[in-house]
Nanobody
Framework: VQLQASGGGLVQAGGSLRLSCAAS????????MGWFRQAPGKEREFVAA????????WYADSVKGRFTISRDNVKNTMYLQMNSLKSEDMAIYYC????????????????WGQGTLVTVSS
């Protein structure tokens, strides 16, 4: 499966953005999908993941209550609604696909998108 992330941009602190991850292929619904991010000088970190059906959702503590992950298996697209953005949310955001939930590690994700940059101004 090929993934393409989009929706990043410049937003003021406290603002909102919605990221999208479009997937090619007919097997999108068979994958757990995840969002990860990497800030300059830092390691890539888990943000959120969603089960194949969309029922199971997992979030990093740092984004819980502010970010919402969702997916549309008809449109082969995953979303990340980001509200109340903070300067520490500024990073390149990557979407990824895994055959099953991997916890908060990135090692089990087989497919990765190219990333979309989120910049938060204070």
């Amino acid at each position: 499966v090929q993934l393409q992330a989009s929706g990043g941009g410049l937003v003021q602190a406290g603002g909102s953005l919605r990221l999208s991850c479009a997937a090619s292929g007919r097997t999108f619904s068979s994958y757990v999908m995840g969002w990860f991010r990497q800030a300059p000088g830092k390691e890539r970190e888990f943000v959120a993941a969603i089960s194949q059906s969309g029922v199971g959702k997992w979030y990093a503590d740092s984004v819980k209550g502010r970010f919402t992950i969702s997916r549309d298996n008809v449109k082969n697209t995953m979303y990340l609604q980001m509200n109340s953005l903070k300067s520490e949310d500024m990073a390149i955001y990557y979407c990824a696909a895994a055959p099953s939930y991997q916890g908060r590690g990135s090692g089990g994700y087989n497919y990765w998108g190219q990333g979309t940059l989120v910049t938060v101004s204070s």
